[in-house]
């Protein structure tokens, strides 16, 4: 059974910085590409960066030079450091594979507040 375990929200003040883990058990991702992904309140669930299996970033404009997703094959598990957060950032955030998606983990919530 695969699950993905998200960790790393809170409640920081816009301008701040949080960094988001999620921590693959169960499958090995070192030979997928792995995505962030964000839902807020009544939005649908939207792509923020995607890291391949090379390490090679690639982010959503939004977050463009905000964000830094990476990844440490060791650990199985892929980071999303966000710098500089904006109120609009507020939501849910997940991780899953790229290649066969898992089911979904239970996210972790990131609140900015002005």
């Known amino acids: 059974q695969v699950q993905l375990v998200e960790s790393g929200g809170g409640l920081v003040q816009a301008g701040g910085s949080l960094r988001l883990s999620c921590k693959a058990i169960?499958?090995?991702?070192?030979?997928?590409?792995m995505s962030w992904y964000r839902q807020g309140s009544g939005k649908q669930r939207e792509l923020v960066a995607t890291?391949?299996?090379?390490?090679?970033?690639n982010y959503a404009e939004p977050v463009k030079d905000r964000f830094t997703v990476s990844r440490d094959v060791a650990r199985n598990t892929v980071y999303l450091q966000m710098n500089s957060l904006k109120p609009e950032d507020k939501a849910v955030y997940y991780c899953?594979?790229?290649?066969?998606?898992?089911?979904w983990g239970q996210g972790t919530q990131v609140t900015v507040y002005s």
């Open positions: 899953n594979f790229n290649q066969r998606p898992a089911p």
């Open positions: 890291v391949t299996i090379t390490g090679s970033p």
């Open positions: 169960g499958r090995n991702f070192g030979l997928s590409t």
